[in-house]
């Protein structure tokens, strides 16, 4: 059983570009949720995708968006990078959008860290 | 708005002591708590988890406590090992809001010999 895979694991871009962070979900797992960790803080939800479709988004701007394809895997893509953007970005997949007992089966990637200069 | 709370950045403990990790949170909407553990250049990992209904949980060296009334949670460690050392995070979830975490900023755990 293969777990969470992220790539690439560090990035390092200039403001106003554009990045994709792309996130392989844990065989069989249908759900990918998205999480922004900056330095010193905890993971802050972006969104997440089920089925394809966002089902459900955090406080994030619209330029933040993403993707679920059909085997499951997913990307974050981030327009017009600001400084403020540099964190780690951390996918977490699960056997369904859990909710109540089930959001213990979210397993995470171990991110991919984004540097915006 | 931080709706989780950890207010300790860091906790020293000798191996074999007791650990004691708080946390606090401000939204009383939320109906389940978790720790997630995590060691450097890895993804954090699920601990232990209690729902609202419940004032404690158990999971062999582990145990969540909860006092609502109180908005506050703890995690025991007991005995501490070496191998604890990491930075955990307390976390919450409304049911109802498919799986969206809210996170305490860490509490980096030190279990000295």
């Known amino acids: 059983e293969t777990g969470v895979t992220q790539s690439p694991t560090h990035l390092i871009k200039t403001r106003g570009q554009q990045v994709t962070l792309r996130c392989s979900s844990q065989?069989?797992?249908?759900?990918v949720s998205w999480y922004q960790q900056a330095l010193g803080q905890g993971p802050q939800f972006i969104f997440q995708y089920y089925r394809e479709e966002e089902n459900g988004r955090g406080n994030f701007p619209p330029r933040f968006s993403g993707l679920q394809f059909p085997n499951y895997s997913s990307e974050l893509n981030v327009n017009a990078l600001e400084l403020d953007d540099s964190a780690l970005y951390l996918c977490?997949?699960?056997?369904?959008?859990?909710?109540?007992?089930?959001?213990?089966?979210?397993?995470f990637g171990s991110g991919t860290q984004l540097s915006v200069l | 708005d931080q709706q989780v709370k950890q207010n300790s950045p860091s906790l020293s403990v000798q191996e074999g002591r007791i650990s004691i990790l708080n946390c606090d949170y401000t939204n009383s909407m939320f109906d389940y708590f978790l720790w997630y553990k995590k060691y450097p250049a890895e993804g954090p990992t699920f601990l232990i988890s209690?729902?609202?209904?419940?004032d404690k949980n158990e999971d062999g060296r582990f145990t969540v406590f909860l006092n609502k009334s109180a908005k506050h949670l703890s995690l025991h460690i007991v005995p501490s090992q070496p191998g604890d050392s990491a930075v955990y995070y307390c976390a919450a979830d409304r049911g109802s809001t498919l799986g969206r975490l809210y996170f305490g900023r860490g509490t980096q755990l030190t279990v000295w010999p």
């Open positions: 065989s069989g797992h249908n759900t």
């Open positions: 977490a997949s699960s056997l369904g959008p859990s909710g109540g007992t089930g959001v213990e089966k979210l397993f």
């Open positions: 209690i729902s609202s209904i419940k």
